[in-house]
């Protein structure tokens, strides 16, 4: 069985999206939900705030998402931190590739409010009894 889940990590770079789902995230999940806007932002509140779970978003200026995936795996003190994707490309080649990189999973954009939270703990318990895929 899964450990809880209370703190998130979301790294968003469109604050719009980021209002919906810390909004969904913590008045329907009742998790704890910190907000990064890129990928370099995420490389140091992540190892300060220790989340249970990082959301990140794929194509972001900079630092895309499977880069921040790759260079939090390379920090000792962030490497186990299970990382989901959420983005608008969710073809099962696409999925494949980012769980190929270390994601538990990929959570389809635009996604809904309402089952987000829902979405947020299944991937979570897959990725606790080792079938980490798509939600």
């Known amino acids: 069985m899964a450990p809880p889940i209370s703190k998130i ?11 919906i789902a810390q909004m969904a995230l913590e008045s329907i999940g009742g998790f704890q939900v910190i907000l990064c806007s890129c990928g370099r932002e995420a490389l140091e509140v992540i190892p300060e705030e220790k989340p249970d779970l ?21 920090m000792p003190e962030c490497a186990s931190i299970p990382i989901a994707f959420m983005t608008a ?21 635009p996604f809904d409010p309402m089952t987000l939270s829902d979405e947020v703990r299944s991937l979570w318990a897959k990725a606790h009894d080792g079938t980490a895929t798509d939600a």
Do not use: C, H, R
């Open 9 to 19: 990590v979301y790294v968003e770079d469109e604050p719009d999206i980021q209002a």
């Open 89 to 109: 490309k969710v073809q099962k080649s696409e999925i494949a590739e980012f769980v190929g990189l270390g994601a538990i999973g990929v959570i389809s954009k």
């Open 54 to 74: 990082i959301l990140m978003d794929v194509m972001m200026p900079e630092l895309d998402g499977p880069s921040t995936l790759k260079a939090l795996k390379g």
